[in-house]
């Protein structure tokens, strides 16, 4: 490592140790007295789910829970409004009921009636349930007084993902997608606003004793207060996802579930292709199944038969305006499902680099095409102590094109107090291919040990060892990863170190560069709250860097990042920041049609500004500008989402990526324009629109689609989608493609 870089990390872990040994001694233990708790009450009638809690008897006996505590926009004074839950649960279900008092219900904010939309801009309730009691994983279900079901699952504390659908992969930490079997109803009345919970335990995964202790923790949000508050009190830097602030839910005697469930579908399509020639059309009818069947509380196998994903939403177009891979996110159904347990290589730091398992591998082509899925099978769950995944995917053969292939990950890992864990993974892909399609590429193999290590409450070591073995190719095959953070409520401190070698190949994976590098990051944070100014809740000064060097010494990227965050208590921010990049250019690419980028080493600085309106008005605004230096010439780049509310049915969000680029090799401009419109006729129907203009592509594309929504995200869809071109500015020439798809799936719960 170059003297100068050890320079930059060595305050930062100096200022690390510092702090972490003087906090050790504030960690709240699993066994502190303070940790709050509630004991839940069992009941021979189960509350009607209505949405009104006060006058249900079934939770007239439970013990309520009415102590909560800010994290903003004070931290650590009690909430302003008084928040009453109940906690009670039959042979078949939990039931949690929450009256959520407002001295003001004509001001409560309901931002969304969609399913799993975000809860953050309106008033809501959440909660999380540690069902292994390990104080790292977690199941999360939330509302707002719509009535609409958000859920969730966390790993790791919800760290390795930003949790948001289109941003997070599938090994994220927090898995927004995620879709359980369970249901809520919410009212708004003169005293604010109520909601019903009903989870049947057949959703949930837990350990095989009767006698059960759960970690348990809620969240209220009050909107036009910017206030969040908890149950248990929680330094302000953390969320919901820190299960192991988390209190216990106790006194929970769960019977015995058995749980089949058999989700068959079918469905029609019709599909025209214009750019063949004579013009093609198409109309097709399949049918499959998916099953989940519990083999014990903890262990739970699914099986998909001729897979099919048509009511997803598709992609969000990118331009790539340098020589790396993009990343686009999973989000099927099926490979959602605890896929927080297969992450290798995702850090909340270095973000998606290098991932070790990247399901969007299985069934989706190089380029973008879908790839039929013959069928596979998932085990994953808890055995004897240990987390344990297993998958196996099939692949069907395109003629031609694509050999069949089978997909195989094989998981362990094993957490450790102190949020702390060790595990292992193994990957497997092969083609069954001969003739034409035979092609050594297609077989590869890989394997992985990873860990994580904290420290007190603020520290934590993480990282992984990772070597593929690729028949194909001759020379060094491993990547590995060392991390360094320490995030308290103050300061935020990271450093990572990563190398990959160049004939590192892992085949089910996703690797952002593909040629061999070093990487340094280092991250020095300050959370400033002040008592009184300006209105101002909190000023985050920072400083970030980040480079990477070939194994000869040559840098072929680096940043130094200086920034200071300005947010204040009405949810406003604004961030000034400026950079000062170097990037080293070994072979020409081209950045645009006929602009070409040449070898050279560029250094340029650029400003950076950020604006962001409070999220929870009618209308809000999310923007950002980079203007400085690019490539040896200069770069506008205006980025900004204007998101309307009309009410809590009606949703609408226009979104602008504009460059302006003057280069030695040529000039050219970018635009890319995403519309989206929602709109719920209740929280389970809905009609959703995606348009997307990228003039890079030369392409519109329109998405449509309407959902009759039933358990476990199953239900009735309707799905529109179109793509033209663009021969014509900002107008239509012709259709290139046009399809409608009609899909049905149930859920049957066979041992109901």
């Known amino acids: 490592m170059p003297v100068r870089l050890i320079a930059l990390a060595s305050p930062l872990i100096m200022v690390w140790s510092a702090e972490a040994v003087a906090q050790t001694s504030s960690v709240i233990g699993a066994d502190n007295p303070a940790r709050p708790h509630v004991r839940a009450m069992r009941v021979d009638k189960a509350p009607i789910l209505d949405g009104e809690v006060v006058h249900d008897e079934s939770y007239a006996l439970s013990e309520p829970v009415t102590e909560f505590w800010q994290t903003t926009p004070n931290s650590g004074a009690a909430a302003s409004e008084r928040t009453e839950v109940r906690i009670v649960y039959t042979d078949r279900a939990l039931y949690i009921g929450v009256t959520c008092f407002d001295r003001e219900p004509d001001a409560i904010i309901v931002s969304d009636s969609r399913r799993d939309a975000p809860l953050d801009e309106t008033d809501s309730f959440s909660l999380i349930l540690d069902t292994y009691l390990d104080g790292q994983n977690g199941f999360v279900f939330g509302t707002n007084p ?194 927080g347990l297969f992450s290798v290589g ?63 990950v094989a998981r362990i890992r094993k957490d450790l107090p102190k949020r702390s864990s060790i595990g292992i993974m193994a990957t497997s892909r092969r083609a069954a291919a001969s003739g034409e399609l035979e092609n050594p590429d297609h077989n590869n193999q890989a394997v992985a040990a990873d860990g994580r290590l904290g420290i007190g409450q603020y520290t934590q070591l993480s990282g992984f060892f990772a070597r593929s073995f690729s028949p194909h190719l001759a020379g060094a095959e491993y990547a590995y990863n060392a991390n360094v953070s320490y995030v308290s409520n103050v300061w935020r401190i990271n450093t990572t170190l990563t190398e990959v070698a160049d004939n590192f190949n892992p085949a089910m994976g996703f690797l952002r560069r593909s040629s061999e590098y070093r990487k340094l990051t280092g991250l020095l944070l300050y959370a400033w709250r002040p008592e009184d100014l300006f209105g101002l809740l909190e000023l985050r000064p920072h400083v970030s860097y980040q480079s990477y060097w070939d194994f000869g010494g040559f840098q072929e990227t680096a940043r ?25 250019v070994k072979d020409s690419f081209e950045i645009a049609d006929g602009v070409m980028v040449t070898p050279d080493t560029y250094d340029h600085a650029e400003t950076q500004l950020v604006l962001i309106t409070n999220q929870g008005r009618k209308i809000s605004i999310y923007a950002r500008s980079l203007l400085g230096g690019f490539f040896g010439g200069t770069r506008t780049n205006v980025s900004g989402t204007v998101r309307v509310r009309a009410n809590e049915a009606l949703t609408a969000e226009l979104a602008l990526t504009y460059n302006d680029i003057s280069l030695p090799g040529g000039d050219f401009r970018t635009h890319l324009v995403r519309a989206r419109i929602s709109y719920s006729f209740t929280p389970r129907i809905y009609v959703q629109s995606l348009l997307q203009y990228n003039d890079i592509a030369n392409i519109w594309s329109v998405n449509l689609r309407l959902g009759w929504l039933q358990a476990a995200n199953t239900g009735l869809f309707i799905v529109f989608n179109e793509v033209s071109d663009t021969a014509e500015r900002f107008g239509f020439s012709s259709p290139l493609s046009r399809s409608i798809t009609l899909k049905y799936s149930r859920l049957l719960n066979v041992l109901r």
Do not use: C
């Open 560 to 584: 130094w990042h200086i920034d200071n965050h300005w947010e204040w208590t009405s949810g406003f921010e604004i961030h000034t920041g400026i950079n000062f990049t170097t990037e080293g």
């Open 346 to 408: 995702v850090s909340e730091f270095s973000g998606q680099e290098v991932e070790l398992f990247f399901s969007r591998r299985i069934g989706i082509g190089p380029g973008g095409e879908p790839i039929p899925i013959i069928g596979g099978g998932r085990l994953s769950g808890q055995l004897d102590g240990l987390n344990v995944g297993l998958l196996s995917m099939q692949t069907q053969e395109v003629t031609g094109t694509v050999p069949g292939h089978n997909f195989s």
């Open 146 to 339: 719509a009535g609409i079901e958000y859920d969730a699952q966390v790993s790791n504390e919800g760290q390795g993902g930003f949790g948001a659908r289109q941003q997070s992969g599938s090994g994220g930490g927090f898995n927004i997608n995620w879709d359980g079997s369970w249901d809520v109803r919410a009212s708004v009345n003169e005293h604010g606003w109520s909601a019903e919970f009903e989870i049947p335990f057949r959703t949930l995964r837990f350990p095989r004793a009767s006698d059960q202790v759960w970690g348990l923790n809620f969240q209220r949000n009050i909107r036009r207060r910017n206030e969040r508050a908890y149950w248990t009190r929680m330094p302000r830097q953390y969320t919901l996802s820190r299960v192991s602030q988390a209190g216990r839910l106790e006194d929970l005697v769960v019977p015995q579930q058995r749980n089949l469930q058999v989700m068959p579908y079918v469905l029609g399509s019709t599909t025209r292709q214009y750019t063949a020639n004579p013009e093609t059309a198409s109309n097709t009818g399949d049918f499959g199944v998916d099953l989940k069947y519990s083999i014990t509380p903890a262990l739970t196998l699914d099986a998909t038969y001729n897979t099919d994903f048509a009511q997803v939403e598709v992609d969000e177009q990118q331009i790539n305006l340098d020589r790396f891979n993009l990343f686009f996110p999973e989000k099927r159904p099926f490979f959602l499902e605890n896929a």
